[in-house]
């Protein structure tokens, strides 16, 4: 579940693109933020694993999880399922009542995502960049900054591709167990994973190109020179597509980027060239 909270991190993109996210008056809000985004995930998540838990158990890895592996009894993970998201609703709610209407939309899309619309295959992973969406909008008001159409389109194409990896994963995995995964998996195969794939990324890289030399990001970086960190971008994902297509390593890209240090030192540096033209320009200006 810990590695399923730094999905939540998105909530500190909008700040981090905004060249506040030092502001010490705002910084504490979006960190309780991410805080309540993450007990209303994590509250999901148990949901989740208590519908899944007799699947699960026949599940190489996620047999090990809590309900399945029956360490945790069906009736404390639904106290405390209780808990958590009476803590995010209610905490959101006096923060600011349009980060509650976010989070409870992310909890009631989720709920219904857990009780059915995950067996229908490409909604499902239309529902999970959805939630991304609603991570960097819930950061937004709370850093209290505008969201430009690029960080949306960006923010939903990056999470359709991971969920796609993710579906990519589950689907070899079925084929080497024998044991049916999911439901929605029936309108997958590895051939239909792989083009959506390779579609995927040329897009993502077209409206990153785009986003890096349009006049009004320029104007708001004050900088020309975004144009830069496409090259971070280009090389992790032609490294992420030679891991699957090469090496056929049949992790998730989350799950590759846990392990895979080439990946790790791209998005650091990819990291570190935009902090630098954000919160450094004038040293290079």
Same mark, same amino acid.
């Given at each position: 579940?810990? %590695?399923?909270?730094?999905?939540?991190?998105?909530?500190?993109?909008?700040?981090?693109?905004?060249?506040?996210?030092?502001?010490? %008056?705002?910084?504490?809000?979006?960190?309780?933020?991410?805080?309540?985004?993450?007990?209303?995930?994590?509250?999901?998540?148990?949901?989740?694993?208590?519908?899944?838990?007799?699947?699960?158990?026949?599940?190489?890895?996620?047999?090990?999880?809590?309900?399945?592996?029956?360490?945790?009894?069906?009736?404390?993970?639904?106290?405390?399922?209780?808990? +958590?998201?009476?803590?995010?609703?209610?905490?959101?709610?006096?923060?600011?009542? %349009?980060?509650?209407?976010?989070?409870?939309?992310?909890?009631?899309? %989720?709920?219904?995502?857990?009780?059915?619309?995950?067996?229908?295959?490409? +909604?499902?992973?239309?529902?999970?960049?959805?939630?991304?969406?609603?991570?960097?909008?819930?950061?937004?008001? +709370?850093?209290?900054?505008?969201?430009?159409?690029?960080?949306?389109?960006?923010?939903?194409?990056?999470?359709?591709?991971?969920?796609?990896?993710?579906?990519?994963?589950?689907?070899?995995?079925?084929?080497?167990?024998?044991?049916?995964?999911?439901?929605?998996?029936?309108?997958?195969?590895?051939?239909?994973?792989?083009?959506?794939?390779?579609?995927?990324?040329?897009?993502?890289?077209?409206?990153?190109?785009?986003?890096?030399?349009?006049?009004?990001?320029?104007?708001?970086?004050?900088?020309?020179?975004?144009?830069?960190?496409?090259?971070?971008? +280009?090389?992790?994902?032609?490294?992420?597509?030679?891991?699957?297509?090469?090496?056929?390593?049949?992790?998730?890209?989350?799950?590759?980027?846990?392990?895979?240090?080439?990946?790790?030192?791209?998005?650091?540096?990819?990291?570190?060239?935009?902090?630098?033209?954000?919160?450094?320009?004038?040293?290079?200006?």
């Amino acid at each position: 579940m810990l %590695n399923n909270w730094i999905k939540n991190t998105f909530i500190f993109l909008p700040a981090f693109f905004a060249g506040i996210l030092f502001d010490t %008056n705002k910084i504490l809000y979006i960190i309780i933020g991410m805080l309540l985004f993450s007990f209303a995930a994590s509250s999901i998540y148990i949901v989740n694993d208590y519908r899944d838990r007799f699947k699960d158990a026949q599940h190489p890895t996620k047999r090990f999880r809590p309900l399945a592996a029956g360490t945790v009894s069906s009736s404390f993970a639904f106290l405390l399922c209780i808990v +958590l998201i009476s803590i995010s609703l209610i905490g959101s709610y006096f923060i600011d009542p %349009n980060l509650f209407y976010f989070i409870l939309f992310y909890y009631l899309l %989720n709920l219904s995502y857990s009780f059915g619309l995950k067996n229908i295959s490409i +909604l499902d992973v239309i529902i999970i960049a959805i939630g991304f969406i609603l991570r960097i909008q819930a950061g937004a008001i +709370l850093a209290n900054v505008p969201i430009s159409v690029w960080l949306n389109l960006m923010v939903f194409l990056l999470a359709l591709f991971i969920a796609l990896g993710k579906r990519r994963d589950d689907v070899l995995l079925q084929y080497n167990s024998g044991i049916e995964m999911r439901k929605s998996l029936g309108g997958y195969n590895i051939e239909f994973l792989n083009v959506t794939i390779t579609f995927l990324c040329a897009i993502i890289i077209v409206c990153y190109l785009m986003y890096t030399v349009d006049e009004r990001v320029d104007a708001r970086f004050s900088s020309n020179k975004l144009y830069f960190t496409s090259l971070f971008v +280009l090389i992790g994902i032609f490294r992420y597509l030679q891991l699957i297509y090469v090496k056929n390593d049949t992790g998730s890209p989350t799950k590759i980027i846990y392990k895979d240090r080439f990946l790790q030192i791209t998005i650091l540096l990819w990291i570190v060239s935009f902090y630098v033209l954000i919160y450094l320009k004038h040293i290079i200006a």
